[in-house]
């Protein structure tokens, strides 16, 4: 697995197999990333369980944090890492004990040794990527703000 | 397309943000021709104002017409995004705006094109930005222009109209030791001739008034992000883009946005409060030039080379500079950064001085007399008498526009016609 680049189909097929999302790092702070990136992904469908052990017991829009991944009582499709890349390694070891189908490293986050456990494991990984950002790029929503999406095609979008 | 293969510059101008459109199926793009955009609900509008949702509010800010010139010019140039403006000049002061604060420094070259040169000598001042100029010829210049208020080196990669190729990749060197992005001017190259962000730019500037939009139908500009630069690493230089927002309520936007920081920014506090905003009807009209960027490019310079190497042959001209030439000191740097073509547009000298000048401009009958360039018509002006007289003498001559100089630009014609044309011009005048 080639973890400069990922297929604009292996993303794809990663994010319509999700539905629910546990973010660990997540932040109460409207105006951090985390809250901007769970806020989005809520509004396209994505459930989105906040684990972060600081605000444990308390809600981020809508839903309960939880402590740690292994609290969190619904099963989860995949881990979303706003943590630095020493972190994500336990956090990734975590991801297969609960069985998630993915793990997911926010941008400036990347662990290969982690990413290659999961992998044997059967998880799917994904480093150094935002999926707000990557979403929002394959569903054509990048491109309003001017930017290039990297996607060429004549299909006709559905809505 | 397949993933494998990265789709060729023709494939780019054609269709890149160009998708048919969601709602209708329209395969053109539509124009937009609207201000502004209903939201579905408070909290829809609270998560646009916000900044946390993609999305339409008002066109001063983003439009979907616009938005589709942006991704198209950043997707030929290589960059990440881009932001739309009303003018090349608007874009400059746009790709400055996040990174300049009263007192800061942008390092030009002095062989700027006129009307920028005017720009960032004298109204840059009213807001306390300094523009320190430097001969872009030798890139150690540059370096020993850097001070701590320096905040960006700003280049045209082919100057108008003086026919000289900056070494953009040595610039770009000298800008990232010193800590600062490069801004190129890449308006008389266009992305088919070169890519500065290929050779190390950190930001493009376009007037897409020329070659892109290519039919002298339409105004406008564009700034386009690489996003190799670093903000978070100069925290302290860059404020705006690093440190927290207080009108956001304290977003640092280089966080919270990563590499499309600096895009954010340009429209969300650039385009907002500066107000120099594309229309739909321009960035349209510019869509349908960029379509054939690639063809009209290739006969602009083609046509160009065989009139420069007429011109040098003929007896009522003194000298020829165009970088395409044996003759040029810049055929080296032609080669390297442009080999299929030095553009379009290059200046030569009459062996009459002024007087002869201003004749030959009156002579023409297929080259249209005007201030622009970039046209499927071949254009000539004599600078010294008309875009370059704000300037000093020491100015004119610097920027390449001394009094003897005439500048064209070679359109798509058969170039028969643009040669007999000049010949005709050139021996009446004698």
Not at chain 1, 118 to 145: F, Q, T
Not at chain 2, 36 to 57: C, M, R, T, Y
Not at chain 2, 202 to 210: E, R, W
Request: proline share 5%.
């Amino acid at each position: 697995m080639n973890h400069d680049a990922y297929t604009d189909d292996f993303l794809r097929d990663l994010l319509g197999g999700t539905r629910t999302v546990a973010m660990v790092g997540a932040s109460a702070n409207w105006n951090r990333p985390s809250y901007f990136v769970m806020k989005y992904l809520q509004q396209k469908g994505f459930r989105v369980i906040p684990v972060n052990p600081r605000e444990a017991g308390k809600e981020i829009l809508g839903e309960t944090v939880h402590a740690e991944l292994k609290d969190v009582p619904d099963p989860v499709d995949m881990v979303d890492v706003f943590r630095n890349s020493e972190a994500a390694g336990a956090i990734t070891d975590e991801a297969i004990a609960i069985g998630a189908k993915s793990v997911w490293m926010q941008i400036g986050v990347r662990n290969d040794e982690a990413a290659a456990r999961a992998e044997d494991a059967g998880l799917k990984v994904v480093m150094n990527r935002c999926p707000k950002i990557e979403y929002s790029r394959l569903h054509g929503e990048l491109s309003w703000g001017g930017f290039n999406s990297r996607v060429i095609s004549s299909k006709r979008r559905k809505l | 397309m397949a993933d494998d293969q990265a789709p060729g510059f023709d494939t780019l101008a054609v269709h890149a943000g160009g998708a048919p459109d969601p709602a209708t199926g329209a395969r053109q793009t539509p124009i937009y021709q609207t201000t502004s955009f209903v939201f579905d609900d408070a909290d829809h509008a609270a998560a646009l104002f916000n900044l946390q949702q993609p999305g339409f509010i008002y066109s001063r800010l983003t439009n979907p017409t616009v938005s589709v010139l942006e991704e198209r010019i950043a997707a030929l140039e290589g960059g990440v995004g881009a932001t739309a403006t009303a003018s090349g000049h608007a874009a400059q002061i746009l790709a400055l705006f996040p990174l300049m604060s009263p007192g800061a420094e942008v390092i030009a070259s002095k062989k700027l094109y006129g009307g920028s040169l005017n720009q960032m000598g004298h109204s840059y001042r009213k807001f306390g930005w300094n523009a320190v100029f430097v001969e872009p010829e030798a890139p150690a210049n540059f370096r020993r222009a850097v001070t701590d208020k320096t905040r960006a080196i700003f280049i045209e990669n082919l100057a108008n109209p003086g026919g000289v190729i900056v070494d953009v990749e040595a610039v770009a060197d000298i800008a990232h030791e010193a800590g600062v992005p490069l801004i190129v001017d890449s308006t008389m190259a266009t992305p088919y001739l070169s890519k500065p962000i290929d050779w190390g730019a950190d930001i493009v500037v376009h007037s897409t008034t020329k070659f892109l939009s290519g039919n002298g139908s339409a105004v406008g500009g564009v700034v386009v992000d690489g996003a190799r630069f670093d903000w978070l690493t100069h925290r302290d230089k860059y404020p705006s883009l690093a440190q927290p927002a207080p009108e956001y309520h304290g977003l640092t936007f280089a966080e919270t946005f990563g590499e499309l920081a600096y895009t954010v920014y340009g429209h969300a506090v650039g385009l907002r409060d500066l107000g120099a905003s594309q229309s739909p009807m321009n960035a349209w009209i510019t869509l349908q030039g960029i379509e054939t960027l690639g063809l009209r490019m290739q006969r602009h310079c083609d046509n160009a080379l065989t009139v420069a190497r007429f011109l040098e042959s003929h007896p009522q001209v003194a000298w020829v500079s165009y970088a395409g030439l044996e003759s040029s000191p810049f055929q080296a740097q032609a080669r390297k950064y442009m080999p299929a073509g030095a553009g379009s547009v290059f200046t030569f000298g009459v062996t009459g001085g002024y007087d002869m000048g201003i004749k030959v401009v009156e002579g023409v009958e297929l080259f249209s007399h005007l201030a622009n360039i970039g046209d499927t018509r071949s254009l000539i002006i004599h600078p010294a008498s008309t875009t370059h007289r704000q300037l000093t003498e020491e100015q004119l001559v610097a920027a390449g526009a001394g009094p003897d100089v005439i500048r064209l630009s070679i359109g798509i014609e058969t170039v028969d016609d643009i040669i007999a044309d000049l010949d005709r011009a050139l021996t009446a005048a004698a």
